[in-house]
């Protein structure tokens, strides 16, 4: 079972940035998809970005510009830049592995998330 400790959320104004790092504990991260996922206040979990084994990124319409994934695999770590923040970027953040990337069905192994509020 792979533990993922996420870190960086804040409170940011709108058009701010802030960067999200995501640890994994597997010794096969270096194999893995991994894939950043929100969840806003009464909406469902979805998808924001992923990144391949082997680099390939995928984004959600909704950020594409703006959100950057990147993994370090010698510290097992995925991490999401987010610039020009908005107000509807408010959401709880969450990594976890991808099973079907290029798809963006999550493996399930949330870990507690980073809370990103966006507001003036």
């Known amino acids: 079972q792979v533990q993922l400790v996420e870190s960086g959320g804040g409170l940011v104004q709108p058009g701010g940035s802030l960067r999200l790092s995501c640890v994994a504990s597997a010794s096969g991260f270096r194999v893995y998809a991994m894939g950043w996922y929100r969840q806003a206040p009464g909406a469902q979990r979805e998808f924001v970005a992923g990144v391949g084994s082997g680099g390939v990124t995928k984004y959600a319409d909704f950020v594409k510009g703006r959100f950057t994934i990147s993994r370090d695999n010698t510290k097992n770590t995925v991490s999401l830049q987010m610039n020009s923040l908005q107000p509807e970027d408010t959401a709880v953040y969450y990594c976890?592995?991808?099973?079907?990337?290029?798809?963006?069905?999550?493996?399930?192994?949330w870990g507690q998330g980073t809370q990103v509020t966006v507001s003036s």
């Open positions: 976890d592995r991808v099973v079907n990337f290029p798809g963006t069905m999550a493996a399930g192994a």
